[in-house]
C-alpha cells in the first residue's frame, strides 16, 4: 500500500523560510517524479514545483520561481522544498504526490499524479 506524509508545514512571518518534507512508501521512490502542490481555501489547487526521478530536471510555478527550491534524497525516500522568501500570498495547505512516471511536465497538472498526502498547512502573517 502506497503511502506519503507531509510534514514541515508551520505559521510564519513575511519574509520567512520553511522546508516542507515528504516521504513516501509503498512505491518504489527513485523510480518515480514527485510533485508540490498548494490548495487555498476558496482556489483551486495548484502545481508548485515537480522534479525527475533522479531530481536532475525541475519545474517551478512563475509564483515561486527564485523563493523555492524541490530537491529529493532517493536513499531516505524523501522529497522537500525549501520555501525561502515566503509571502502571504503563498499560504495554503501543501500537498505532495508522486507521479508513475520517471519524468514530470513543466505544466505541474496535478491530473498526471497518482498518490496524493494529505498535506500540510502553510500559514504566512503580513
Known amino acids: 500500500q502506497v503511502r506519503v506524509v507531509e510534514s514541515g508545514g508551520g505559521l510564519v512571518q513575511a519574509g520567512g523560510s520553511l522546508r516542507l518534507s515528504c516521504t513516501a512508501s509503498?512505491?518504489?521512490?527513485?523510480?518515480?517524479?514527485m510533485g508540490w502542490f498548494r490548495q487555498a481555501p476558496g482556489k483551486e489547487r495548484e502545481g508548485v514545483s515537480c522534479?525527475?526521478?533522479?531530481?536532475?530536471?525541475?519545474y517551478y510555478a512563475d509564483s515561486v520561481k527564485g523563493r523555492f527550491t524541490i530537491s529529493r534524497d532517493n536513499v531516505k525516500n524523501t522529497l522537500y522544498l525549501q520555501m525561502n522568501s515566503l509571502k502571504p500570498e503563498d499560504t495554503a495547505m501543501y500537498s505532495c504526490?508522486?507521479?508513475?512516471?520517471?519524468?514530470?511536465?513543466?505544466?505541474?497538472?496535478?491530473?498526471?499524479?497518482?498518490?496524493w498526502g494529505q498535506g500540510t498547512q502553510v500559514t504566512v502573517s503580513s
Open positions: 504526490a508522486a507521479n508513475l512516471r520517471t519524468h514530470c511536465s513543466a505544466s505541474l497538472s496535478p491530473y498526471e499524479y497518482n498518490y
Open positions: 509503498g512505491l518504489t521512490f527513485d523510480d518515480y517524479a
Open positions: 522534479l525527475s526521478w533522479s531530481g536532475a530536471t525541475t
